[in-house]
């Protein structure tokens, strides 16, 4: 009996160390909501479809397969942000700056980027699909999906 209550912890224990693994932490996409300031937050995962983050401050935040489709990022402060495999497809990035952010495998398809900074910022395998994208130097490197 007390070898299947261990087991049984164990296995519980498990899910809930991969699943707050995978998971944003609530009160830090809350915390962006609120005050559109969320500098070095845990938000992996966050759903973030449409809102409206203007000039949002995510300086150095973990936004590792966030969905920000149709997301308003104009003049956000995403510099050091972890974007990797991020959906950023619709999205507005106009005045954005993304300096030193990873941007690995991040879906841009069909987003609007006009005068964005991407000084130093790593850019393999982006989707820029129908993006339109201009004063910015995020062409290079981007590549259409197969």
Known sequence: MNKLLATSIA???TFVIINSAKAENPAHRQQLLETNQCMGCDLKGVDLQGEHLIGADLRNADLRYANLEGANLEGADLDGANLQGADLSKA????????NSNLNSVDLSYAIIFD??????IMNNLNIENASIFETNIGVGGEYPE
């Open 11 to 13: 296995i519980i224990s």
């Open 92 to 99: 507005f990035l106009t005045n954005a700056t993304m300096n």
């Open 116 to 121: 964005a900074q991407v000084e130093g910022a």
